[in-house]
T-cell receptor, first 111, second 113 residues
Framework: DAKTTQPNSMESNEEEPVHLPCNHS???????IHWYRQLPSQGPEYVIH???SNVNNRMASLAIAEDRKSSTLILHRATLRDAAVYYC????????????FGGGTRLMVKP | DSGVTQTPKHLITATGQRVTLRCSPR?????VYWYQQSLDQGLQFLIQ???????AKGNILERFSAQQFPDLHSELNLSSLELGDSALYFC????????????FGPGTRLTVT
């Protein structure tokens, strides 16, 4: 299984942009890059996913490196509600649709 | 609110007992997934069902079993419970078996004493 590497924790100030990095140097051509987050005492929540091109949605942006060996989740203006553990996950639909969660990055947002 | 419901919210039981966790997927979703979250193992995939049929299996113990019913709700049965089975159990659903997005329920917290 292709694995991802994320920093254990990051800190941000409220209303500032946050860039959460993820390395996935062994990614295969059919692996999608997914991001989920888990707020305290809640189930994981889908954030965004992409294959090759950068993606934007109402929650965040996903920037994917040209060689696809790394990606960055961008929260444009962090709020206190964005404090969560963020998981970068590679998903290959040909190999099943189960999510394999690593340790994730714990994002702390300071007011 | 993801639209996925799980019952009960909390469950406390003794070692050796058997419990059933229930999950109702979002309206229209055909696929259901079960995950376990414990302090030492993190979030782990257990099993997936799609339209009533088992689709994929992860690190699910033989003491655990699941099924998906014709109305698409799913149950996870845990038997001969051990202290180490204490964890949060999450159910997720997606529209079809290969969907990119999974929608998670609020979880059932199981405590085995």
């Amino acid at each position: 299984d292709a694995k991802t590497t994320q920093p254990n924790s990051m800190e941000s100030n409220e209303e500032e942009p946050v860039h959460l990095p993820c390395n996935h140097s062994t990614i295969s051509g059919t692996d999608y890059i997914h991001w989920y987050r888990q707020l305290p005492s809640q189930g994981p929540e889908y954030v965004i996913h992409g294959l090759t091109s950068n993606v934007n949605n109402r929650m965040a942006s996903l920037a994917i490196a040209e060689d696809r060996k790394s990606s960055t989740l961008i929260l444009h203006r962090a709020t206190l509600r964005d404090a969560a553990v963020y998981y970068c996950i590679l998903l290959n639909n040909n190999a099943g649709n189960m999510l394999t969660f690593g340790g994730g990055t714990r994002l702390m947002v300071k007011p | 609110d993801s639209g996925v419901t799980q019952t009960p919210k909390h469950l406390i039981t003794a070692t050796g007992q058997r419990v059933t966790l229930r999950c109702s997927p979002r309206s229209g979703d055909l696929s259901v997934y079960w995950y376990q979250q414990s302090l030492d193992q993190g979030l782990q995939f257990l099993i997936q069902y799609y339209n009533g049929e088992e689709r994929a299996k992860g690190n699910i113990l033989e003491r655990f079993s699941a099924q998906q019913f014709p109305d698409l709700h799913s149950e996870l049965n845990l038997s001969s419970l051990e202290l180490g089975d204490s964890a949060l159990y999450f159910c997720a659903s997606s529209p079809w078996g290969g969907s990119n997005e999974q929608y998670f329920g609020p979880g059932t917290r199981l405590t085995v004493t």
